[in-house]
């Protein structure tokens, strides 16, 4: 057995583990279970006595051999693992459809208070009242400037909010007698959880053909409307960046066939404060607090998805809610009449609420008018100066929180656009978002919300219009062979799928397997 | 405005190379009846001191778990999180970083998320597990369908041991479904499921320890599941249990669930959350959720990365296994770090001392008048009767200061049957004065 770079035994179970640390700012860091072992421990706990256990003979016989690390070694582990990372407070995030903006630390700080982190979600509402007056407050800003009539907070990510107003608006059909509705419209360019969600409860898909402008055209929503429609889900403004111009005439022609309007709210950075969402006819809209309104991604999560209802959904929301009583708030966690029930056990995502209230607090109404503003203006001011080297495909309206390219730039250069954006990771940013949405060929659509200063956003464009250029001379290699600068070069995904290694095995057991 | 880098010369000099007078202008596609045609009559920007003034009095209103003896359970638990843990999930690279899609620059995130797929198949005894979903209680849900995909079967069996919110999100997910069948609550730990199998069941999902604290037996289950070619799905919400109790997957569990608060995770008044979902090999592509993989780069060294997405909504659409396009990374990076400083050694220890303590606990509330304890077997949740209506008895321990524990009332309003029930959890952070509280005060209460 080899030894690694602490001393400890090393597993040979998975391959190609260097040899080396790496550099000194990009270090190789062994798996947790290559540095440690089941008798290391970084937690310090008396080994209590149980003179008559209860546990019914279900005690454990298998060993459990889980790694441990001391707090020091834990720290290390961790802290080098970072490094590996980018993050937003380290380099732009250009992706389109994602909002990665600034995460306040503030937003932490006031989530770690232990009246709210240290409290029960089964614990007395009356030992409850600031965490329900917060979830009141929150929900008075999201209804306010969505100009809607009622919110579910307790989606817990924004395909869930999504799956949440999808079954609500099944909910009053079905108490409406109108359960043979089971058709859900969606354009081509929404994203991939809009028809999984409606796949996900029992609807036929029906695809609505963008228009060559880049926009849903009102008439062919008539065409697909018919009385066994349930609803459309449409993203606004749609994912090519772009506010539909004629939403409120399909709206109108989605209600008069008896239909709902769902509109994902993924977009909702570009006009919050600015646009209500509700002035347009929508029925109900998920609004991603990680996107929108500045908690952090995490690396994938946990997100937040509260979905704002209309008068007429209003009655469908899901349990539980908060509802003045006669002694200050009260919690109704069971179902009323025709309720649609429970999507998630306890209150939903409360240590995100506190941040998304932080935030909205911390802007102000002016201020998130202004943020959304900003949103637009750094992308227009991105479409401006690239849309000379990059070609647009819908140059007739202004764009809104993202900017939209094609890769028909690189078209005899040998570079393909997926090459194109691991280029920009030797440059320090994230690559922006490639081939979606599907409507447009070779789709790259940046999204620098307003977070970005203009300092930023002059480099990011240097770089991108210097790419650009080096392509087209022919350096076909600085793209094909990128990443170079980072933790990792490409990795092969396909090898990843083909035979997969979803979890570390000790040596013994793989050698046991390959007999 | 702290978090707007723009001045006004900035944002003119902008509109300049746009070619346009100003903002408004950039929407022009909004129809004019929609554009700022309000006023919204919210608070204007405030500063941090005034933000945090406000915030801080929210929270002051709130009884904190700190503020006095603690024991409620039921699905969420109070532990200790040692300081380190939150000090590294607060890093930028952690904090701040997207869903690891560009794995050359998400290394940290991948790795991690490997060695969480490893500790929850090691901790579950199965044999892959993915990087997590919201929470237990939507994994149930999902696991139940991820059931129904595998067996081709519909017919689901809930026990009526299962957490009645975990129930009640299964119900919500398969809306009007009459092949979903919800065993009435067994508070005794009485159990009848392994009636209810028959060769249209795809799944029988039983919880231990279960939601009133009784430990189940799994090989019985999972024997009777599979001798009519039904799969067995355990739930766990005290994932410390695991510490003590034999790990499912060695028990003959199919597809084992998780709520994985109790690692690395605070109280959050519920969330967010991390559910962990474990199951056999054989099952991996009906498998819901981001599943990472180990490879190699180009030029040869381990890497990881997010793989077997073609069950996965953006690639497949409406052909996706589950419309789920998030985990819980933050919250899985919390219990995988919390994980790793316990260790195999921490762990148990951690494990033993919950135990020995919920059975101080018991056998003090069994020496109250009036009190009799339910459970012959538990971990570290029991359920206890008593004499008085539970609602208004847990309310006035509460105006003592004391949280005693969860009435089952509570959520479930319409069994009366349960009315003088108490669900109530020790943890490591229970104290003996904190024992002797409750009782003389539950003594007090009812005499």
């Not at chain 2, 944002?11 to 950039?26: E, H, Q, T």
């Not at chain 2, 919110?165 to 997910?173: L, M």
């Not at chain 2, 009190?371 to 209506?389: G, Y």
């Amino acid at each position: 057995m080899s030894m690694n770079n602490q001393g400890r035994p090393t597993g040979t179970g998975t391959s190609g583990f260097a040899s080396t640390s790496g550099s000194a700012l990009l270090p190789n860091e062994p798996l947790l279970f290559e540095i440690g072992d089941t008798e290391h421990s970084g937690v310090d706990l008396p080994d209590a006595t149980i003179t008559n256990a209860r546990l019914g003979g279900f005690e454990r016989k298998t060993a459990l051999d889980l790694a441990g690390l001391t707090e020091p070694e834990a720290m290390r582990h961790y802290v080098r693992l970072s490094r590996l990372n980018h993050s937003i407070d380290s380099g732009m995030y250009p992706l389109g459809s994602c909002t990665m903006k600034h995460n306040p630390r503030l937003n932490e700080k006031m989530a770690r208070l232990p009246g709210f982190a240290d409290i029960h979600p089964l614990q007395p509402v009356s030992t409850v009242q600031g965490a329900l007056k917060l979830m009141n407050e929150l929900s008075h800003w999201l209804m306010t400037l969505t100009n809607t009539s009622a919110v579910a907070l307790t989606p817990k990510a924004g395909a869930h909010g999504e799956l949440l107003g999808m079954m609500a608006i099944k909910a009053a059909q079905d108490a409406a007698g109108q359960s043979h509705r089971r058709i859900v419209l969606v354009p081509e360019s929404a994203h991939g959880t809009n028809p999984a969600t409606a796949a996900f409860l029992g609807y036929s898909v029906k695809s609505i053909p963008a228009r060559s402008d880049g926009t849903v055209d009102v008439q062919a929503v008539k065409d697909a409307l018919s009385p066994d429609v349930a609803a459309i889900m449409l993203t606004n403004p749609n994912t090519c960046g772009l506010f539909e111009p004629q939403v409120i005439e399909i709206a109108k022609a989605v209600h008069d066939a008896g239909a709902f309007f769902y509109c994902d709210g993924a977009n909702f950075n570009a006009i919050m404060g600015v646009v209500r969402p509700g002035d347009l006819g929508i029925d109900a809209m998920h609004i991603n607090l990680h996107k929108t309104f500045s908690t952090p991604h995490g690396g994938g999560g946990p997100g937040a998805g509260p979905v704002v209802l209309s008068a007429a959904l209003a009655p469908f929301a899901p349990v539980p809610f908060v509802r003045k009583g006669s002694n200050g708030l009260e919690l109704v966690e069971h179902e009323q009449d025709q309720a649609l029930g429970r999507i998630t056990a306890f209150q939903g995502q409360m240590g995100m609420y506190v941040r998304a209230l932080t935030y909205m607090l911390s802007h102000g109404g002016d201020g998130l008018a202004q943020a959304a503003q900003d949103a637009v203006l750094n992308a227009n001011y991105i479409k401006a100066r690239l849309g000379q080297v990059f070609s647009v495909p819908f140059p007739d309206y202004p764009t809104m929180h993202e900017a939209l390219f094609d890769d028909s730039f690189l078209t005899g250069t040998g570079v393909t656009t997926l090459d194109f954006a691991k280029a920009l990771i030797d440059e320090g940013f994230h690559p922006m978002t490639m081939y979606f949405p599907l409507v447009v060929h070779g789709a790259m659509l940046i999204e620098p919300t307003e977070s970005e200063s203009k300092q930023t956003l002059d480099r990011f464009c240097d770089v991108m219009e210097e790419l650009a250029l080096d392509a087209k001379a022919g350096n076909a290699t600085r793209f094909t062979a990128a990443p170079m600068k980072a933790p990792r070069r490409r990795l092969d995904e396909t090898r990843a799928a083909r035979s997969p290694i979803l979890k570390w095995e000790r040596p013994t057991e793989t050698l046991k397997a390959a007999e | 405005m702290r978090y707007l880098p723009h001045s006004e010369a900035e944002r003119a000099d902008m509109l300049g190379v746009i070619g346009v007078p100003n903002v408004d202008a950039l929407f022009s596609a909004v129809p004019a009846q929609a554009l700022k045609s309000f006023d919204l009559g919210l608070p204007a920007h405030s500063p941090e001191f005034l933000v945090e003034a406000h915030m801080r009095a929210l929270a002051g209103q709130n009884h904190a778990g700190s503020d006095g003896p603690f024991f409620v359970g039921a699905g969420a638990y109070r532990h200790h999180v040692p300081a380190t843990v939150d000090h590294l999930i607060q890093r930028s690279e952690w904090l701040t970083a997207y869903t690891p899609y560009q794995p050359e620059i998400s290394q940290g995130t991948l790795q991690m998320l490997f060695e969480f797929q490893t500790q929850v198949a090691k901790l579950t005894g199965m044999d892959v597990a993915n990087a997590s979903l919201y929470d237990g209680s939507t994994g149930t849900a999902e696991a139940v369908l991820m059931a129904r995909r595998l067996t081709k079967r519909n017919k689901i069996v809930l026990s009526g041991g299962l957490h009645p919110h975990y129930r009640d999100v299964v119900r919500a997910y398969l809306k009007d479904d009459a092949d979903l069948e919800c065993l009435s609550a067994s508070p005794e730990g009485q159990g009848d499921i392994l009636d209810h199998i028959d060769d249209q069941t795809a799944a029988i999902v039983v919880q231990t320890p279960d939601f009133y604290g009784h430990l189940r037996n799994i090989k019985a289950a999972a024997d009777a599941a599979h001798a009519k070619g039904a799969l067995l799905i355990v739930v766990i919400t005290e994932v410390v249990s695991l510490g003590l109790l034999e790990a499912p997957g060695a028990l003959g569990a199919d597809i084992v669930v998780a709520e994985g608060q109790s690692i690395g995770n605070a109280l959050n008044f519920g969330g967010p959350y991390l559910g962990l979902l474990a199951t056999r090999k054989e099952f991996i592509r009906q498998m819901p959720g981001r599943i990472c993989g180990e490879t190699v780069d180009a030029e040869g060294q381990r890497g990881f990365v997010l793989t077997l997405s073609t069950r996965e909504q953006h690639i497949r659409r409406e052909k996706a296994t589950s419309n789920i396009c998030t985990n819980s990374g933050l919250c899985a990076l919390a219990f995988s770090i919390h994980m790793a400083l316990l260790g195999e050694a921490g762990f148990t220890r951690l494990a033993r001392l919950n135990h020995a303590n919920a059975c101080k606990l018991a056998d003090a509330l069994e020496s109250v008048p009036g009190v009799e304890v339910l459970n012959k077997t538990f971990f570290n949740e029991m359920t206890i009767r008593t004499p008085q209506p539970a609602a208004a008895l847990i309310e006035r321990l509460a105006r003592r200061g004391i949280l005693g524990g969860v009435p089952v009332s509570r959520l479930e309003p319409k069994d009366h049957s349960v009315g003088n029930l108490i669900v109530l959890a020790a943890t490591e952070l229970t104290t003996d004065e904190d024992i002797a509280a409750l009782s003389s005060a539950l003594a007090e209460e009812l005499a």
